[in-house]
Nanobody, 125 residues
Framework: VQLQASGGGLVQAGGSLKLSCVAS????????LGWFRQAPGKEREFVSA????????YYATAVKDRFTVSRDNAKNTVYLQMTSLKPEDTAVYYC???????????????????WGRGTQVTVSS
């Protein structure tokens, strides 16, 4: 599975962006799809994830109520709608896919099998 994230950019605080991640090479309808981010000088951290078919979603506390993850299995795509952006949201955002994730591992980057290259999100104050 190859993943390609897009939609990043420069936005002012309070603004919105929508990230997309398109998968190729296999249908990802049977995968859990996740978003992680890495800010300069910091470790990669979990942002959000959406389980396969049932569509259960999970969010990091820092983004809950501001970000919304969704998926379109017909388009082999996962989205991350980001609103009320803050300067601390500035990071490279990565999408990931995994087959064997469960509730207790969905926030662990080591549990994902495939990763995209990332897209830069910069939020100015």
């Amino acid at each position: 599975v190859q993943l390609q994230a897009s939609g990043g950019g420069l936005v002012q605080a309070g603004g919105s962006l929508k990230l997309s991640c398109v998968a190729s090479g296999d249908s990802v309808s049977g995968y859990t799809l996740g978003w992680f981010r890495q800010a300069p000088g910091k470790e990669r951290e979990f942002v959000s994830a959406i389980f396969r078919r049932a569509g259960n979603t999970y969010y990091a506390t820092a983004v809950k109520d501001r970000f919304t993850v969704s998926r379109d299995n017909a388009k082999n795509t996962v989205y991350l709608q980001m609103t009320s952006l803050k300067p601390e949201d500035t990071a490279v955002y990565y999408c990931a896919a995994g087959r064997r994730l469960i509730v207790t591992t969905v926030r662990q980057d080591s549990a994902y099998d495939y990763w995209g290259r990332g897209t830069q999100v910069t939020v100015s104050s």
